[in-house]
C-alpha cells in the first residue's frame, strides 16, 4: 500500500482530533487561532417566558475569519433585562439575555487583530462588548434605540437565531466579525469585577461629561448627588477620581449613606431627618458650611427629588438629571424660583457614547488606583444555573448591582 505523506498527515490529525474531541480542520484551510480546550457545546440562559430562563445547550459554531469566541467569566444583571425579563417588553422571547458581560478570547478568525479602539487582540485577552456599534462613535442609545434594540448588534438583546450564544449569561459568547457592527474592547488590565462593572460606569462618565459641557463643574466645585443607589454611588466615584473633593450625599437609608462616604463623599445628608423642603435644603445648606452646591446630580426616580433638588443649587449654579432613566411620571417645579430667577443650567445625561465606553475604563483603573471600594456595589453573586433567582434579586431591589459568575 502506497501512503503518502499527505495521506500520513490526514490520519494523524484525525487521530488528534479525536482524542480532543474536535473536529478536524478542513485540508487547505487554516483552523481559527484558539487555545485548545474549546467544548463542542455551549449553555446558555434563555428566557424562554416571561421571568422564566431555561439552561439551554447549543452547539458552539465554527468561527470564521472574523469571528471570535469568548468563554464568559460573568455578567452584571442590568435594568434593561429585569425589564425583559418580567415584561417582554421588545417581544424578543426566546432571547439569550445579557449585555454587561466580560469573558476571555479562546478561539479567533485569522482576520481579528485588533479591538474596536485599535487595540491589539490575542488569545487569552478579556474583552467586552458595547451596544453601540462603530459607525458613529457619538451615537448613543437614544438612536440606538430608534433603529436597533429588537433588530441587531446588541449582545444580549439579539433575537434568537442558528447562532445561539447571543447573550452574556451562557458559558460561552459568539462575537459576529464582518459588517455585523460588533464593537468589542481588549481590557486585559482591568480586574474580573471592574470588568463587570463597566456600563453602568459608563452611564456615570457620560453624565459627568454632560454636566462638564455647563463649565459650572470645576476642581473645587461643591456637588450634591441625591439618590445613592449603584448610580448615585458611581456618580460619587467618578466625581473623586476627578479630583472633586466637597462632595454631599443626600439619601434616606443610612446604610447607603456610609457606603457613599467610602466612594468619596464627604458630607451626608439623610433626609429624613428634615420635615419639608426648606428644612433639608438647610441641612444640605450646613453640610457645605454655609454654601448651597454649585452643582447637583439628580440620581433617583422619584418625582419628588426632582423637584426638590433645585432648593439644593446656588444661584448661577447646574443641574445634572439622570435619574429618570425611564418614565417616573411629572415633577412639580416653580419655573420662576427655582430655574428662571437663579439661571439654573441644567442637562439631561442618559446612557452614553462610544466614547464615554472607552473612557470608563480608565475611569474604573483610577477608581481602584485611589482605593475606591468598586468592588463592594456587587452585592449579589449567582452562578449561571441560579439565573432566575438573580433576576429576582434584582427586581426586589434589595441590592445594589447584582452579577453572574462562571
Ligand atoms: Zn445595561
Redesign the pocket.
Known sequence: MDITNVNIEEIVKQVLAGMTGQAPAQAGAPAPASSGQIPKTARVAVLTEKEKFEIREYPIPPVGDDDILVKVEGC?V????AHEFKRDPFGLIPVALG??GTGEIVAMGKNVKTDTAGKPVKIGDKIVTC?IFKDDPEITMFDLNKKNVGGADVYGLLPDDDVHLNGWFADYIFIRGGNFGSTFFNVSDLDLDSRVLI??CAVLVHAVERAKSTGILRFNSRVAVQGCGPIGLICIAVLRTMGIQNICAVDGNEKRLEFAKKMGADMTVNFKDFQGIEALAGGVKDAFGGHLADFAFQCTGNPVAHANIYKFIRNGGGLCELGFFINGGDATINPHFDICSKEITTVGSWVYTLRDYATTFDFLRRAKGIGLPMSDLITDRYRLEDINEALRTNLAMTGLKIAVFN
Open positions: 452584571g442590568c435594568g434593561t433585562d449585555h454587561e451596544m456600563e453602568p
